[in-house]
């Protein structure tokens, strides 16, 4: 009970898998005196998933603690530059219809004098607009930074798009090459507890059993030590969130020198919604739908349809659909495994919470890595709590994306917003936001994974009213009207030194940034 | 403006260059490219830092003569006499191109520069049409300049390497009070250089680049210098 843990065990060679593993190989060496070793295994027959292409900027500052250069990194995985997302369609679906969510704070939005001052005066000013500047930058297809911006460092904050699979290959190669993680390329088939039901091991069909102290499941929808082994029940939430299968598609630029967003742009449909994210090389879009409201083959019709309409060709395209449960587990640290990554659960990727939840997981782990088999318990006991209360944040955060919605006449829409499928946690802040401005005391957590920000621009970018007793003084109003105008002088100056996306990426290729 | 010309001797024989140095040739820079091997004559006049090309954020070395753009400090009264000049100010209007045979000089030059014209200055060419005294000289200038950049680049990569570039922000007292800031300048860190290995300090040496730290170092005195002016 009382020796040390010294091996980690990562099934799974995804992007759960290797981020996990660079995370751990890189946080625990420079934290533990004695080295813990990390083997991951990974099946040479089970592909996988192959998408998860957007990312929050958090990114940034993984890549950097476990050692990657910034333009090694955008290089090698098409890697270009995400400032936020759009959101087209989602209020009424009329023609102009469209909010954006971006990736930067809004400015002085702690203070509910100013957001009440832009209730009451400027609501015709787009809430984003009056609050940051990053929807500027995305309508011009302006890159975040500029090529003297040393690597990871911002102008304006900003996350990655990147090639799923590329990313897995490249974190793979610096896990074996620079943080000595063990790989092991076979299928595991077995597992093996010891009589407190902790596992012991586990038997792979070439290899032989492979001991650990403690195991990560990052084995995908497969689930294959958390549930195929301990059968911890899934926490289904569809009936918050409809959506259960997506079809996703690669689609090529007209020309080499197209130009690429710099924002996803996530346009509602029937019983959905696209996802677009342009690439370096390529666009990935995707159609993530609700199966009990559109087949298949519909569903596909109107992703062949927006490919059109957005200028791809779709003779060139093949699409692959994907099914899943949309939830996650009741518990995902049990005895000594834990499970990260789609093993974890999955819920419809709105706003590219998946791989910030691996990365929150892993970090967990290596800060609070258990000394010894008695200190795991009470370690995975507050790892639950915690990760339970983020996917409940992040269900209450993507619902809240569809509860304001007026798309009327359509079903999927009608019923995504009906009072019994709005958790009570959301509906008590909804509620709460009637009567006043959302500020940081509604959330319980220091470290959220949404900040109060992300509410705001989803709240008041789909015209939710919140009906503040109060009148607005002459110097509120002034506040804001000032705050707007610097917005827009900032946004000038940056105009003068930041260039278009593409521009940028193509000067990284061929320079690099510098490091400092 | 450039208009870059094979120098010719027929072609160019009725050119003449205006010497002398001032605002009216364009030299109203406030920073100014130098190379490692001009540090020495650099070092008792100029502050010399490193700075990002805007168009491509790789470093090189600048001698700085003002705080603004288009503001040269070292300018007097219309002219820049003191001292050493940067060998990218004493080459102009020239410029290297290997293998030209028509002068037996690795010379090109932009007639558009404002020192050209066919009244003024040195002559290019004697009347047999052979390079004048001062075109060869010249030619050395630009020789050197050019033999220069592979080692200033050498040099930059060997600091890059070691890890040894800091942004060194620089603040200062205006005479209305207020402070001003000078971003986007880099130097050599006097404390990651005190904290080398022996064995990096030894590489360092051999090299010539430790050198060449130091006098980087040393050279950010100038700065008091160039403040009063700027504060005069
Ligand atoms: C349609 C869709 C869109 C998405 N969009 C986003 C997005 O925009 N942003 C975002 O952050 N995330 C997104 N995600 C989620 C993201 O793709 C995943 O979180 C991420 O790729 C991690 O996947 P994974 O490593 O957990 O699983 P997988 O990629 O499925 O990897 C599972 C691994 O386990 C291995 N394995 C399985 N069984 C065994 C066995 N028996 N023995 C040995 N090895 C085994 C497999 O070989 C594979 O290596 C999206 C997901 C989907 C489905």
Redesign the pocket.
Known sequence: MNSPISSVVI???????WLTAAILASKLKSKCAESVSITL????????????????PSMRRTLKSIGISESDFIVSCNATFKQGAKFVGWVTGAKNDSYYHPLMLADNAEQTDVLHAWHQHFEHIDFSKAFCVQDYTCDNGLAPKSITSPEYAAVTNYAYHLD?GLF?NFLKKHCIEKLGVKFVA????DVNSSINGAIDKVL?RNCGYITGDIFID?????R?LINKHYQIPFQSCKHVLAADS?I?CQVPYPSTESPITSH?ISTAQTAGWI?D?GLQNRRGT?H?FASDYLSDYDAEAQLTKYIKNTGGDVEKCTFKT?R?EPGHLSKFWHKNCLA????AG?IE?LE?????L?EMSANTLAEHFPANQAAMNLVADKFNQTFLYRWQRIIDFLKLHYILNQRDGQAFWQDIKQPQSIPDSLQANLNLWQHQYPCMHDFEQAIEVFPIDSYLYVLYGMGFKTQYPFKVSQLQSDLLSRQYAEIKSNFSQLERVLEPNRHLLEKIKRYGLQKI | MQTIETLDPIRHHDLTIETGHSEKFGENIHCVPVVANELNQLIPHYPVCLLKDTETGQFGLYALLGFEPNQNLYIKSGHWGQGYLPLHIQRQPFIYQPNNHSVGLNLAINVDNPRVNKQTGENLFDDNQQPSGYLKNMAKIVEFLHSSLASNQAFIQTLLDANLIDHNQLKFQQTDGQSKKIDGLYQVSQQKLSTLSDQDVVKLHQSGALQACYLLLASQENFKKLINWYND
Not at chain 1, 218 to 222: A, D, K, L, P, R
Not at chain 1, 340 to 343: F, P, R, V
């Open positions: 099934v799974g060679g995804g992007n759960a898998g295994i990974e099946s040479p027959n089970i592909k996988t998933i192959g998408v998860g292409e957007g990312t929050w799923a897995t076979d299928d595991v088939i792979t990052c084995t995908g929808f497969n294959l997506a996703a996803t996802w994210i995707g993530v994907i899943f990260i990554g789609l093993s999955f990727p590219a919470s998946a791989l910030l691996i």
